[in-house]
């Protein structure tokens, strides 16, 4: 194989979760909150994009830290009865990566646990390291903790690792860290993104078929 390790972003990339999970919680808690607040859908992926999840409530709603930490208590909540799918095409790929000795890894600003449950859910296996939420805000990418210890623990050269990721954090800390970066191209691109993405990525894919072909060459 071409890469030894699969970092893999979570929301957005593996899992279709901001339209159908994240963002439907966000207006849930808002109304019950902060009724005089609002944020658009597409507002919500650019900022996200932009600023991370945290910048996002912090520098368009906001929000106070604690408010922050309410909002994910409250996301936890509601995540346990919606479930978000799989993109289509991710499992054959994770068996025949696990299959041929790949290593993989998330690094995601959702919940170990949420991660957990989706990837026993959609692809009965567990990842070999998740990185999520409770590192905390100084470690969480794009901090670049998650691949310094992936490195040092795997006992893997940069140049042995993929990371993809739909979001600017994610390019981040592969740069930060000489990791080759792939953009999770299918879910919901602006133009903005896109531009940012088709300019500075190692790999733009537009399909998860295309990441198939990137890690397997077929």
């Not at 696990?98 to 859910?121: F, L, M, P, T």
């Not at 623990?153 to 739909?166: A, K």
């Amino acid at each position: 194989m071409k890469y030894r390790c699969l970092v893999l972003d979570h929301d957005d990339t593996v899992v279709r979760s901001a339209e159908t999970v994240n963002y439907p919680a966000l207006l849930e808690n808002l109304k019950v909150k902060h009724p005089d607040r609002y944020i658009s859908f597409e507002d919500f992926v650019r900022y996200c994009f932009r600023y991370n999840f945290t910048g996002m409530c912090k520098n368009c709603l906001s929000l106070t830290d604690e408010e922050i930490a309410e909002q994910f208590e409250f996301w936890k909540v509601y995540v346990r009865t919606h479930i978000p799918p799989a993109f289509d095409g991710f499992g054959p790929i994770l068996q025949r990566f696990r299959a041929e000795g790949g290593i993989i890894c998330v690094s995601s600003h959702s919940s170990v646990e949420n991660i957990a449950r989706d990837y026993e859910r959609n692809f009965g296996l567990q990842p070999d390291a998740v990185y999520a939420w409770e590192l905390g805000e100084t470690l969480r990418k794009p901090h670049p903790y998650t691949l310094c210890d992936i490195i040092r623990r795997f006992e893997l050269q940069p140049y042995e690792i993929l990371m993809v990721d739909d979001m600017k954090n994610g390019y981040d800390m592969a740069k930060s860290c000489c990791v080759p970066f792939a953009f999770a191209g299918w879910s919901m691109v602006l133009p903005e993104i896109g531009k940012f993405m088709h300019e500075n990525s190692d790999h733009y894919l537009n399909s998860v078929s295309e990441l198939d072909k990137l890690l397997f060459g077929t």
